[in-house]
C-alpha cells in the first residue's frame, strides 16, 4: 500500500463560512483520534479552544481550532507550528512478487541498520520529514534489497507507525465507539463485542417511539444503544442499586445528550409496588419561606418527588415492549421482577459471557407459559485484512463475543390453548357430530322398517 505525500490544501485554522452539522466537529465535541500506531484515543474539543492544544506525545500536538468546523473521517499531518495539514486518502496498489526470498537475511543489529537512534532524534529535533529519515533508513539498511516486496510494504508501515506525525478522525458513533471500548478494557463493558451488541439490538427490535426497560452493568453501553436506536423518541426506563441518576461517561463521549430527555432511572427499591419510599418534606411546617432560594429548593424537592411518583406509576402500568438485560446479576430474577410489566409479544434479550449462566435461564423459562421459544445464540466474528493478492482472516482477534438469550413474552391465558390442541378439539367434535348423524340415520332406517311393518299387517287384515 502506498501513501502519498501532503496535499496542497491550505493549513486548516477555523469554520468560517461551514455550516454546522451532525457530522462536523463542534466545540465541546468529543472525538476519537487514531494513530499511526493503530492506537485510538478519546480527546474532547473546549467549549472555548481558543489557542488551546491538544498534546499526543511523541506524534505532536496541535490548536483545537484547527479542528473545530471539519468533517470527521479525515487524516491529517501535524505540522510544526501546531496546525493541521489534509492528508489525501490511501490509494492501493498491487504488491508486485518478485523472486526475492527471507532466507538469507541475518539480524546483525548495528551492522543491518548502522544508523543509531541518537542520529534519528537528531534529525527529527532538525526537522526532516519523517519521510526522509524512513528513506534514509532504507538507504543505510544492508539487508532491504534482499527482503520481498510483502517484507519492503511491512517494514514502511511499521516505520511509518513509529515516526509520521498524523491521525485520523474518527466520528464518535455507537459503533467506533463500542470498539474502541472493546479493545482498551473488554471487561468494563463485560466482554460486550459490538457484533453481539448489534444482535441484541435487533433481537430486541429497538426502533423510535418504543418503551424499554434496560438494566445494564457495561457503564452504560446498552443505555447507550437504545437510545441511539430510539433517536430521541420514545422511552428508557433503567434500573440500578443506587437511588442517584447515574453519569454514564459513554453518553459524553457519543455526543448523545440531546436524546437523554427520554432516559429515566428508577432503584430497584422503587420497582417494588410495595416499597414507600422514605420522602423529605416538601415543605416548611408553618408554610412560610425564610428567603426566595428556600422556596425553589422546597419546589424543586416537590417537582422530583412527583415526577418519581409518576415513573414509578409509568412502570407499573406496564405495557413496556422490551426488556434488555447485561449485568452482573442473576437474570432470571431480573426477568421474574419485571415480566409483570411486559406487554403481550414484548421482547426479552439478555446477554452474558458465559453460556452456564444463560443455560439455567433458559431451563427455567422453558417450563413456564409466559415466555414462548427462548433461545440461546452465539456471537462469532471473524475480521478479515482486505487488500489486493493479501486478503485472509486477522493473526489476533478476540476468541469469544459471549452468548444471548432472546425470548418472546406471552400473557399466560389458562383458557388458551395451542394450535395443535385446538386442532384435536376439532377433529374430536367433528367425529362427535358423524357419529350422532350416523345413529339418527340408523334410527330412520329402524323406524321405517317398523312402519313397513305395521303396513303390511294391516294389508293381510
Not at 483520534?33 to 506524534?59: A, C, H, W, Y
Not at 519492503?152 to 511499521?158: A, F, P
Not at 423529605?280 to 422556596?295: F, K, L
Request: net charge negative; with cysteine; charged share 25%.
Amino acid at each position: 500500500m502506498a501513501e502519498a505525500g501532503p496535499s496542497s490544501l491550505p493549513v486548516i485554522d477555523s469554520n468560517d463560512g461551514k455550516e454546522e452539522n451532525d457530522h462536523t466537529i463542534r466545540p465541546g465535541s468529543h472525538l476519537l483520534l487514531q494513530l499511526p500506531s493503530k492506537e485510538v484515543r478519546q480527546v474532547r474539543i473546549d467549549s472555548n479552544p481558543g489557542g488551546k492544544t491538544i498534546n499526543l506525545g511523541k506524534f505532536g500536538s496541535f490548536k483545537q481550532s484547527c479542528l473545530v468546523g471539519q468533517p470527521y473521517g479525515l487524516s491529517y499531518e501535524i505540522k510544526h507550528d501546531k496546525t493541521l495539514e489534509v492528508m489525501p486518502p490511501r490509494r492501493l496498489e498491487e504488491v508486485e512478487e518478485t523472486d526475492a526470498t527471507n532466507e538469507r537475511i541475518v539480524d546483525a543489529g548495528e551492522y543491518v541498520q548502522p544508523l543509531t537512534s541518537d542520529e534519528i532524534e537528531g534529525l527529527k529535533k532538525s526537522g526532516v520529514h519523517f519521510s526522509e529519515i524512513i528513506k534514509k533508513q532504507i538507504e543505510t539498511h544492508v539487508n532491504y534489497d534482499l527482503k520481498t516486496e510483502y517484507s519492503k510494504d511491512k517494514y514502511k508501515k511499521r516505520k511509518e507507525a513509529k515516526f509520521a506525525k498524523q491521525m485520523t478522525i474518527l466520528e464518535p458513533s455507537l459503533f467506533n465507539v463500542a470498539s474502541y471500548l472493546f479493545d482498551k478494557d473488554p471487561g468494563r463493558i463485560l466482554g460486550l463485542r459490538v457484533d453481539t451488541l448489534s444482535q441484541m439490538a435487533s433481537l430486541a427490535n429497538l426502533s423510535p417511539g418504543g418503551r424499554f426497560l434496560v438494566v445494564d452493568s457495561t457503564g452504560g453501553l446498552l443505555v447507550a444503544t437504545a437510545l441511539e436506536r430510539l433517536g430521541g423518541l420514545g422511552r428508557v426506563l433503567y434500573f440500578s442499586e443506587t437511588d442517584t441518576q447515574p453519569e454514564f461517561a459513554i453518553l459524553e463521549l457519543l455526543n448523545l445528550r440531546q436524546k437523554t430527555d427520554i432516559l429515566r432511572h428508577l432503584d430497584w427499591a422503587s420497582a417494588d409496588e410495595e416499597h414507600v419510599p422514605v420522602r423529605a418534606p416538601i415543605d416548611t411546617p408553618s408554610g412560610e419561606y425564610r428567603s426566595e432560594n428556600q422556596r425553589e429548593r422546597y419546589e424543586k424537592r416537590k417537582a422530583a418527588l412527583e415526577a418519581h411518583s409518576q415513573l414509578r406509576e409509568d412502570l407499573f402500568a406496564g405495557e413496556w415492549e422490551g426488556l434488555l438485560i447485561a449485568a452482573q446479576y442473576e437474570p432470571f430474577s431480573i426477568v421474574q421482577k419485571l415480566t409483570p410489566y411486559l406487554a403481550g409479544s414484548a421482547t426479552i434479550t439478555i446477554y452474558s459471557p458465559y453460556l452456564q449462566v444463560l443455560a439455567e435461564v433458559q431451563a427455567k423459562m422453558r417450563p413456564l407459559a409466559a415466555y414462548l421459544s427462548p433461545s440461546i445464540t452465539e456471537a462469532w466474528l471473524r475480521q478479515y485484512q482486505v487488500l489486493p493478492g493479501r486478503t485472509h482472516p486477522l493473526m489476533n482477534m478476540s476468541g469469544g463475543g459471549g452468548y444471548i438469550l432472546h425470548a418472546i413474552h406471552v400473557y399466560d391465558d389458562p383458557n388458551a390453548s395451542s394450535a395443535l390442541a385446538g386442532r384435536r378439539r376439532r377433529l374430536t367434535e367433528r367425529r362427535n357430530a358423524m357419529q350422532m348423524a350416523m345413529a339418527n340415520i340408523e334410527d330412520a332406517e329402524s323406524i321405517h322398517m317398523e312402519m313397513d311393518t305395521e303396513i303390511g299387517s294391516a294389508k293381510l287384515e
